[in-house]
T-cell receptor, first 114, second 113 residues
């Protein structure tokens, strides 16, 4: 099974409210990623976990949090949603080798902030 | 910085005709690999092709691409487009020990009857 599962597929949030997105994979991959995808733009890497080590991109450092309580599970947390957070959020995983390798994506969660 | 450029946002082609999606890149990483991801409607992006070898053609599902480091390109081609090829295609550069992925903006391929 090479699937990455994301829940929910669609989420509606209010401005100023928190949002928590969930991702899981059963491939025992050591790295899990979160991307933000807006129309006509490239998927933008927000952060990734290598094992238990969280790496956040500099330009989104303060906007997104994440947790990885075990190898299979990773969440993306927005403390206070703004309209600009409306996007598709893609979770992905890769492993287990050092260096460039294929990543496996989930179907995404479409977040709409109103 | 590191980036991937896909020059066409939309490519429309008639079924049975050849198609080419362009991809160029710039990177400072030495350890790199390239991918074409395809995303069908309501599905997850999935790998179509991958390569890390200069000047070696790679093929899958009728598509082919050759990494040319001399021109920093990894164009995707198919000799005869099918209706089922209609999808969003991403060119991606994978780099470094942390496997950072840099995506192009994507090219929407529409194959018409």
């Amino acid at each position: 099974d090479t699937t990455v599962k994301q829940n929910p597929r669609y989420k509606l949030a209010r401005v100023g409210k928190p949002v928590n997105l969930i991702c899981s994979q059963t491939m025992n991959h050591d790295t899990m990623y979160w991307y933000q995808k807006k129309p006509n733009q490239a998927p933008k890497l927000l952060l990734f976990y290598y094992d238990k080590i969280l790496n956040r991109e500099a330009d989104t450092f303060e906007k997104f949090q994440s947790s990885r309580p075990n190898n299979s599970f990773c969440s993306l947390y927005i403390g206070s949603a703004g309209l600009e957070y409306s996007a598709m959020y893609l979770c992905a995983s890769s492993g287990n080798r050092v260096g460039p390798t294929e990543v496996f994506f989930g179907k995404g969660t479409r977040l709409t902030v109103v | 910085g590191d980036s991937v450029t896909q020059t066409e946002g939309l490519v429309t082609v008639t079924e049975g005709l050849p198609v080419k999606l362009n991809c160029t890149y710039q990177t400072t990483y030495l350890t790199i690999a390239f991918f074409w991801y395809v995303q069908y409607l309501n599905e997850a992006p999935q790998v179509l092709l991958k390569s890390s070898t200069d000047n070696k053609r790679t093929e899958h599902q009728g598509f082919h691409a050759t990494l040319h480091k001399s021109s920093s390109s990894f164009h995707l081609q198919k000799s005869s487009a099918q209706l089922s090829d209609s999808a969003l295609y991403y060119c991606a550069l994978s780099a470094g020990s942390n496997n950072r992925i840099f995506f192009g903006d994507g090219t929407q391929l529409v194959v018409k009857p």
